[in-house]
């Protein structure tokens, strides 16, 4: 486990609000020198505690959404198993993989354009792996809210972006908006001339074209992607179904947003209504927090089911394909 010091804990604050902030200003905020800020940041990526650093998209405005499959498997080998995420791995039309225990085994994510094309992508892993799924659940994220890891100073949580999974306006895109947004989709702190080099264009126009997919709401925000266990917590999925929810729902979720440790927010279509990913230190925790929202919203909150996410194997901000 790596632990943290305050100044760590403070610059990834920082930069979980602003993964593009430069060193300089981060060390101006935090009071401290920028080779100082640009030392740390180096060896939390090299300690994996910073993964990477992602753009967040309006997959709407692209004409994108985003749907999953949650699976129990059974009576598979080590080989077959090792060969089935081997499969997922090698299929560029899946984003995110991550093994979990609890409700589901593996979990599994896919940015399509439309119902058939996931349907495709279902029907061709049902063809090779049906005999172990025991049972499965289908979701497609509708609208999702993510908030700092103020959890790591002891603040309450402010939300940040929301992010338009489903009906916002489509935006048209050019090849050259499409080559911008394939280099800086799991790299946020890209450079302006090596983007313009590798597309061949004017970095003027880089930046021109970037400003202008942000002002679009296409580009909603600069994040970062953390591994919470290498810095002792654990990683969980709460899965909510409600009833009789309408009057209450708003306050559902600003309730939600406020709880520190609670990361993202997501409005769901399926099985049931809201998602709450949850970063906490110890099962307890994760356990004493599930039953303080199921005891404040018991008219509201049908049932439960949640899981500890222990491998994310695969997470793309955006499609491979695209």
């Not at 077959?80 to 085994?105: F, H, M, P, Q, V």
């Not at 994760?286 to 929202?293: A, N």
Request: charged share 30%; proline share 1%.
């Amino acid at each position: 486990m790596r632990k943290l010091d305050l100044v760590d804990k403070k610059i990834i604050l920082e930069l979980d609000t602003n993964a593009r902030a430069s060193f300089s200003e981060i060390g101006k905020r935090l009071g401290i020198g920028k080779n100082n800020v640009q030392y740390r940041v180096k060896r939390l990526l090299e300690d994996g505690v910073i993964q990477k650093f992602v753009v967040q998209f309006s997959l709407g405005t692209l004409g994108l959404m985003l749907a999953k499959m949650y699976l129990q498997l059974s009576g598979f080998s080590k080989e077959t198993e090792k060969e089935l995420y081997g499969y997922l791995l090698n299929d560029k039309r899946i984003s995110w993989i991550a093994k979990t225990e609890g409700r589901w085994d593996l979990m599994i994510g896919t940015y399509v354009e439309s119902l058939k094309q996931f349907d495709s992508i279902k029907k061709d892993f049902f063809k090779r792996y049906e005999k172990y799924i025991t049972s499965y659940d289908v979701v497609f994220l509708v609208e999702g809210y993510t908030s700092q890891r103020t959890y790591l100073l002891n603040r309450k949580s402010t939300p940040k972006k929301i992010e338009k999974f489903i009906g916002a306006q489509k935006i048209e895109l050019d090849d050259k908006d499409k080559k911008i947004i394939r280099l800086i989709a799991n790299n946020a702190r890209f450079n302006y001339l090596d983007i313009a080099k590798t597309i061949n264009i004017n970095i003027k126009t880089v930046q021109r074209r970037i400003k202008e997919l942000e002002k679009k709401g296409v580009i909603q925000g600069y994040v970062t992607f953390l591994s919470p266990k290498i810095i002792g917590y654990n990683f969980f999925k709460l899965c909510i179904s409600l009833q009789n929810y309408e009057s209450k729902f708003n306050y559902f979720l600003t309730y939600c947003m406020e709880l520190s440790n609670v990361i993202h927010i997501i409005e769901s279509l399926g099985p049931w209504e809201v998602e709450l990913e949850i970063e906490t230190e110890s099962l307890e925790d994760f356990y004493e927090l599930t039953h303080k929202i199921r005891n404040d919203f018991s008219d509201i909150i049908k049932k439960t089911e949640s899981v500890i996410i222990s491998n994310e194997m695969k997470l793309d901000y955006f499609p491979e394909w695209f």
